[in-house]
């Protein structure tokens, strides 16, 4: 795969107490991280919700998401997980890319810390009041 490749993370139970080391695909084009349900079972992640995906190829499937602690390099964040078929690649998804602040660097297969955005009309000067 272009643009794709392993990165060492761990794998948490809901408490952040207990985690697995695995090696997953990093993939940006994939929503969520995705790990094997019996991994998942065993850290005592549950499902919250049953969501419809589609694969590269085109086809539709529905799995259960839970949520749990994922930490690379040392930072940890509560994210969605997907549970994938037995034996299946650990991938590591965009949306636990972003909680964790790390962007892709393809090139020399690594991740790197990128800053957080607040694109809005809170900085300097503005003397706006948040609605609500």
Known sequence: MVGTFHYAI??????GTRFERVEALVDTGASYTVA????LQ???VTPHD???FFLADGRQIERDVGQTWVR???RSVITLVVFGDEGADTL???YTLE???????PANQRLVRTPGLLMSAWGKGC???PSG
């Open 10 to 15: 761990e794998v948490g139970d809901p408490q």
């Open 36 to 39: 094997p349900a019996p991994m």
């Open 42 to 44: 065993q850290l005592g």
């Open 50 to 52: 049953r969501v419809v």
């Open 72 to 74: 690379i390099d040392g």
């Open 92 to 94: 590591l998804g965009a």
């Open 99 to 105: 909680g964790l602040r790390l962007g892709v660097d």
């Open 127 to 129: 003397r706006c009041r």
